[in-house]
């Protein structure tokens, strides 16, 4: 692998403009593809195809036909503010003005009145009506919400409260973080410029990754047309995409460099970055993308289709690092060399601790190791008692028109009116029917029970339970628990069994070494517990949620912890990887661990640092996006950044590699013999 890339490195010296030129076509070329195939994501709702309850519904929709939901679907909510009940003929005639101002769309197939789904309160205060349109949710457009919108000032201004939610059409959009990206790149920016004392090279990678992003996003466009694409999964593309895509081109330049520092030509010095640094590259990226696919284990389509969406920014980011940085630093020459450095940003690259970080590491190693495990631990706590589930309109701002409808139906009807449950029967026995209901009244948490209704061949009989607390209350749960008898796949731990048993081997054989991948895989587990507990403690126990710009404490999004493995674990192998393969290099010149590790350190640590620091400030921007799914996304990232990498990665593996000494690269000669001999500097 690093004798092609070397020739690769040797190629784009001499053609480096045709490299530069062939990419932006490539860019063209794929924008073009994706303008042809059209785009197509899938619904706005959060239905989770391929597990239990998505089952369920196909099931439901099956047996009772007149479940099926053919158009989108908008829930009109209603609360008079002007002291009199809905019911009084005042306020029917303003809500009956409203109702037939939106029947006049012609988009709405039918509006259903609230007298038609008896929806009104105990007080006649709240009612809910339903809008149904002629085409599905995700094809309902923002012009036909708009008018909706217009519409319901009708009864606003009459004093009737009147909100919207939906779960299958848009109404407040989605804010995926575009306008906190900028924030992270202008910090991505100031830290690459310290780290090379250049604002030109600082410029490199954040213009590689934008560039690769680009040619990721126009493939997940396309991928649309034959995956089911949720709009949430762009968000997941733009952090994994921007944050890699950055790294990767930190480390080929940051080799180059110091290839140059050693006296060789500029030829030379690209050639041996790309065969040493961009081996790595190749090596980590693959090793991200294997931990995203990893995903599809779980037999859920959504996080599958999430994990090839955003392997494919890493895809791009990969083919970005390993030709179009190579071609701008050629195209640039000597003004990327580093000879002539901007005296103010060199001084701010040199304030770093007397004698090197790796130093420091090695003197208190002991304590530094002790000190890690602790505290990870103790962030780890909350995770035991995480409540996973879907967010709902309860979390959202209270700004949008969903979360006041929230909680006007939440004051009218209850915590449980939100989180009806569907049970089905299979049986025609009417005598096991009513055990079953009864049985279900008795298990507690249950406001009502209804009656059962037979499917069209009554082989099914359908029924539906309201508790009395929300949806991602631990009691529903727990209540859905009982009704069913739960025979549910345990995906998250095959999974995470799968991801660490992977990193043990894939680091066995690239460090030739047994403690070393142990120490990687335990320092894993533990920054994944407390990347899990920081976010409980935070956004479900409510700890510091005003500060991160979140309205409420809720439920944790029930596919965060994959997530979490599979993209931190897969970042974390980046660095491990850059890191220890550096301090292997002088220890196979030097066979001194110690010094081993505090070389290693100085060459690579300040690239790590950097690359770390940039991962947390591409992350952190995605916190203050307004929806909750991808807010939580960025919050989890970025604090497993920071356990992982900093205290891990930086800390804790060189930390113990001087502990154990010659034993951390101890090998059995049988086990070294069966090994395949993968070289990466």
């Known amino acids: 692998m690093g004798q092609l890339l070397s020739k690769l490195g040797r190629w784009i010296y001499r053609h480096a403009k045709l490299t530069i030129v062939a990419f932006f076509i490539t860019i063209a070329v794929s924008v073009g593809a994706a ?10 709702g959060m239905s989770i195809q391929g597990s239990q309850s998505e089952r369920a519904n196909k099931l439901m929709e099956k047996e009772f036909p007149s479940t099926r939901q053919n158009g989108g679907q908008v829930q009109i909510v209603l609360h008079s503010n002007n002291g009199k009940a809905l019911t009084t003929d005042k306020n029917q005639q303003v809500m009956a003005e409203l109702f037939q101002d939106v029947q006049k769309n012609s988009h709405v197939k039918m509006v259903i009145l609230p007298a038609m789904l008896n929806s009104y309160s105990k007080d006649g205060m709240t009612a809910t009506a339903r809008v149904i349109y002629k085409q599905k949710g995700e094809n309902v457009s923002e012009k036909t919400v708009d008018a909706l919108e217009k519409s319901i000032k009708i009864t606003r201004h009459k004093s009737i409260q009147t909100e919207l939610t939906s779960n299958d059409v848009t109404i407040s959009g989605m804010d995926n973080g575009e306008q906190a990206e900028v924030v992270g790149l202008a910090i991505a920016f100031v830290i690459l410029a310290i780290t090379f004392a250049s604002l030109l090279v600082a410029g490199i990678p954040i213009l590689s990754a934008l560039l690769g992003l680009v040619t990721g996003m126009m493939l997940v466009l396309i991928s649309t047309n034959f995956l089911s694409v949720a ?4 968000s997941l593309v733009g952090m994994m995409g921007l944050a890699v895509g950055i790294d990767y081109a930190l480390f080929i330049i940051s080799r180059y460099r110091q290839e140059l520092q050693q006296n060789k030509s500029k030829k030379d010095a690209l050639s041996a970055a790309m065969s040493t640094a961009g081996t790595s590259v190749i090596f980590a990226g693959a090793t991200v993308i294997v931990a995203l696919l990893g995903m599809t284990v779980l037999g859920i389509d959504m996080l599958s289709v999430m994990g090839i969406t955003a392997s494919l920014a890493i895809l791009t980011a990969i083919l970005t690092s390993l030709t179009f940085v190579p071609a701008m630093l050629v195209v640039l020459g000597d003004r990327v060399t580093g000879k002539k450095p901007n005296r103010l940003l060199q001084f701010a690259s040199k304030m770093r601790i007397e004698g090197g970080w790796g130093k420091l590491v090695t003197k208190y190693k002991l304590l530094l190791t002790m000190l890690v495990v602790v505290v990870l631990g103790v962030i780890a706590t909350p995770f035991t008692h995480i409540n996973l589930g879907l967010p709902n309109d309860s979390v959202k701002s209270e ?34 029917v009513s055990d079953s209901v009864n049985e279900i009244k008795d298990l507690g948490n249950v406001a009502t029970v209804s009656q059962a209704m037979p499917s069209k061949d009554n082989d099914y009989q359908m029924i539906t339970v309201i508790p009395k607390t929300d949806a991602n209350a631990v009691k529903t749960k727990k209540l859905v628990h009982k009704i069913r008898d739960l025979n549910q796949k345990k995906g998250l731990p095959k999974f995470a069994i799968i991801i660490v048993l992977f990193a043990f ?4 054989v690239v460090f030739r070494s047994l403690l070393i991948p142990l120490v990687a895989v335990l320092g894993f587990v533990l920054s994944l517990g407390a990347t899990l507990g920081a976010i409980v403690f935070i956004a479900q126990d409510g700890h510091f949620i005003n500060l991160f710009g979140i309205p409420a404490k809720g439920a944790i999004l029930n596919f965060l912890p994959v997530l979490v493995i599979g993209i931190i674990f897969g970042l974390a192998m980046d660095y491990e990887v850059f890191l220890v393969s550096r301090i292997r290099e002088h220890y196979l ?11 290693g350190m100085r060459d690579s640590g300040p690239a790590v640092v950097a690359a770390a620091l940039i991962m947390m400030a591409v992350f952190s921007g995605f916190i203050f996006a307004s929806d909750a799914i991808v807010k939580s ?4 990232l970025a604090s497993g950044i920071l356990f992982d990498a900093i205290l891990v990665r930086l800390i804790l593996v060189p ?3 001087d502990l154990f000494g010659k034993a951390s690269w101890y090998l059995p000669k049988w086990l070294d013999k069966i090994l395949p001999n993968v070289k990466i500097d």
Request: proline residues 0%; without cysteine; charged residues 20%.
């Open 35 to 44: 303008l042809s195939f059209g785009i197509h994501f899938d619904s706005a």
């Open 231 to 234: 709009t949430f999964s762009m």
């Open 399 to 432: 700004k949008l028109t969903e979360r006041r409808a929230y909680d006007l139906m939440t004051e009218a009807y209850g915590e449980g009116s939100q989180a009806t449950l569907v049970v089905l029967l299979k049986t025609d026995d009417m005598v096991k």
């Open 505 to 508: 081997i894939l680091l066995t």
């Open 589 to 599: 010149k030097t066979e001194n661990t110690r010094q081993a590790v505090i070389l």
């Open 633 to 636: 996304m960025g919050l989890v």
């Open 655 to 657: 930390a113990t590699i």
